[in-house]
């Protein structure tokens, strides 16, 4: 019994590395349209039916949920080569689903910010310049799939808005996206 699972997770290791598949993974973008759309266009909460709140915005929490999830930042998976602003091919892949889903609907009318960040690595006047020149490439390459320019604000935040807890950490090197109220 122990060498035929042994033998079935070996099996399993090398097909999950194969070549091919890899490469299928790499092809895909991190996320679709319709992805995004869900997340900045929620269906608005009315609440409980038959139900009427009266009161502050922290007596109604339905209705700071639903705002909270419609401007939670979406985090766009855009990747750079090292120390430049220069796309890659899989954040232009994932640029274009984010592109297709500003021109739905439930989104054309809604203005985004697009907000670089970088890790602690170097000097923060250098990692200022990269994070807005990254969030101005992403706003430049959405702009050029068609998206209007005016619904787009880019800003860079060097490492001052880290994700993970580590300022060192990979993850803080990311281009976010938030809906505007």
Known sequence: ?????????????????????LSRADDAPAYSATDIVRHFAAEPSFGAARSLCIGAAADCPGDAAEKATRNEAFD?????ELGSDR??????????????????????????????HTDARGRDETNLRLSQRRAEAVRNYLVSAGIDAARLDAQGYGRA?????DPLDPAN???????ED
Do not use: I, W, Y
């Not at 019994?1 to 598949?21: E, I, N, Q």
């Not at 808005?161 to 807890?165: I, S």
């Open 1 to 21: 019994m122990g060498r035929k699972l042994l033998l079935a997770l070996a099996l399993s290791t090398v097909a999950a590395c194969a070549p091919s598949t």
């Open 76 to 80: 766009l998976e855009v990747t750079f």
């Open 87 to 116: 796309l890659t091919a899989r954040a232009r892949k994932n640029l274009d689903q984010f592109a297709e889903a500003l021109r739905d609907p439930a989104l054309a009318a809604r203005r985004f910010h697009v907000d670089g």
């Open 161 to 165: 808005r880290p994700k993970a807890r």
């Open 173 to 179: 090197r990311r281009v976010e996206t938030r809906a």
